[in-house]
């Protein structure tokens, strides 16, 4: 009886917004009923998810209102718009976007997992060697018997 544990506080979605403003972040309202958080040229919309947790619904390099999405190409990792226009991503913008995520996730009080503290990750791969992969192909002979 006398070794009850107590319950764990789980902070609210604006709780962990206070959070993020005290760890340098400006908070600010954003596109679509989303929270915005942003800073050093970085951003993230972020939303109210299930149980209270902040959900990232983009992030990226800022240029005027619109956030920026990171693109891999293959040789090279890019900003790319709502519009389809991409730009180069420097190394300092690399740096400063994975260094915004990892600070975000560690005010937040989300876990961090091991391959993203490797180094950026991103949603959008357009690899243009992997046009029509999916497509179903016969296989030669000798494809076959080396499985």
Known sequence: MFFRRE???VPTFSERLDQAKG???SVSSGAQGATRVSRDGIAADVREGSGGQPEVVRSGAVTG???LALVELGYQSGWQNAAGQRYPAT???LK???KFTEDLRAAFGLTSLYNEGLGTVNRLHL???LTDR???RE???WEVAFR
């Open 134 to 136: 999916d497509v179903k």
């Open 91 to 93: 190394a300092v913008q």
């Open 7 to 9: 319950k764990p506080h």
């Open 96 to 98: 400063a976007f994975h």
């Open 23 to 25: 760890a340098g972040f």
């Open 65 to 67: 209102d619109e956030i």
């Open 139 to 141: 296989k030669k002979p």
């Open 127 to 129: 690899y243009d060697r």
